[in-house]
């Protein structure tokens, strides 16, 4: 494998030709080959060599998708279901256990909607859900503890959308396993710019997506789950790729994650995928980290200490800046040529810096933070 630089990665990316994009954290814009990947796909599959065999074509991308992801994650190529998004994967683990009403479902106050709303419906069912307080995007080891005490299931972030803030996966993991909580972590904002094992984390499931950081393109989301954990849940949706025999009178679930996905997707989001990752592992995942934490220390170091609600310390490439007018800020950003978002919460503006971006952007950003 040849080593890319960022800048390289960069020059192969379209949309950095007509902006200064700092929004990594809501969606990557893809490289020219992996929108030509997924392109050059469907196109084999709809009127090409693959029109001959379309199913056996699409199941090989599958298989080729999975191996992928799982080499990038850490996990059993049987351990990963291809999905739609994040909030797809944590939706099919909600609904594949098997509830009772006074069940117990355990959060932060930091999750992005995708690790709301799925419990937000369940409560209409009787399900109790308990949120767990953060201060300035950190968890309470003893109050994470006290929540989860009598839990059926635990879902947090591996990195806060809201602070950037990374928090101890494998330690809070620990803590819901003793307490006999099943344990689902939304992972969306690790994957291409930080190292993740989903063994070592040690989660029953694991959710995320390729749109972000890798640069993949939308469609392309993944679930991770454990091969024995898998085996005791039950998918309310099922398909023809969730069972081991479709015709036969009484199906039997596939094992491993699996029994987990459903019927005809395009498997065009996940072939560029596959582009996706090994462009960004021909840069590395260390010289990724590595050029994050130099982008990110200099743009903080550039900012008022009181503005700045993210780590002064670098933990990933989310960087929250307090302002007055988040809405009106974007837009003042926008005016100049520069893409960043507001949050809901706090009331701020978040710097997304990848691999990719350059010191001149980051030097605007300053330059416009302090000139309000």
Not at 203 to 221: I, M
Not at 339 to 364: M, Q
Request: charge should be negative; proline fraction near 5%.
């Amino acid at each position: 494998m040849v080593a890319v630089t960022p800048r390289e990665l960069r020059a192969d990316v379209p949309a950095f030709e007509e902006s200064t994009y700092l929004n990594f954290g809501a969606h990557g814009p893809s490289p020219r080959y992996v929108i030509e990947a997924a392109s050059s796909f469907l196109a084999d599959h709809e009127y090409g060599a693959g029109m001959a065999d379309p199913y056996a074509t699409a199941f090989d991308a599958y298989d080729r998708g999975r191996e992928r992801i799982a080499g990038l994650i850490g996990a059993d190529a049987d351990e990963v279901a291809l999905t739609e998004s994040t909030t797809d994967g944590i939706n099919r683990i909600a609904s594949a256990i098997d509830w009772n009403p006074g069940d117990v479902v355990v959060r932060t106050d930091l999750e992005h909607p995708a690790g709301v709303l799925p419990w937000q419906r369940l409560e209409r069912e009787g399900i109790e859900v308990r949120v767990v307080e953060t201060q300035a995007g950190r968890v309470d080891r003893e109050a994470f503890a006290e929540a989860v005490a009598d839990a059926r299931l635990v879902c947090f972030s591996a990195v806060t959308w809201t602070h950037g803030t990374r928090l101890p996966v494998s330690e809070l993991v620990d803590i819901a396993s003793d307490a006999g909580a099943f344990t689902l972590v939304d992972a969306v904002q690790v994957p291409g710019q930080l190292p993740m094992d989903v063994h070592e984390w040690g989660a029953d499931a694991v959710a995320a997506a390729g749109h972000k950081w890798l640069l993949g393109p939308w469609g392309a989301g993944f679930l991770y789950v454990d091969h024995d954990v898998a085996e005791e849940l039950e998918p309310r949706a099922v398909g023809y790729r969730s069972v081991e025999t479709p015709t036969a009178t009484e199906y039997v679930y596939k094992s491993g994650a699996r029994r987990f996905e459903v019927g005809s997707a395009s498997p065009a989001p996940h072939v560029g995928l596959i582009e996706a990752i090994d462009a960004i592992e021909e840069v590395g995942v260390d010289a990724v980290v590595s050029r994050i934490e130099s982008l990110t220390d200099r743009l903080k170091a550039g900012v008022d200490d009181e503005q700045l609600l993210s780590p002064q310390g670098y933990e990933s490439g989310l960087v929250t800046i307090a302002v007055d007018d988040p809405e009106s800020t974007v837009e003042r950003f926008a005016e100049e040529g520069i893409v960043i978002r507001s949050l809901p919460h706090p009331e701020a503006v978040r710097i997304s810096v990848h691999a990719v971006s350059t010191e001149a952007e980051i030097d605007s950003v300053i330059e416009l933070v302090g000139s309000k």
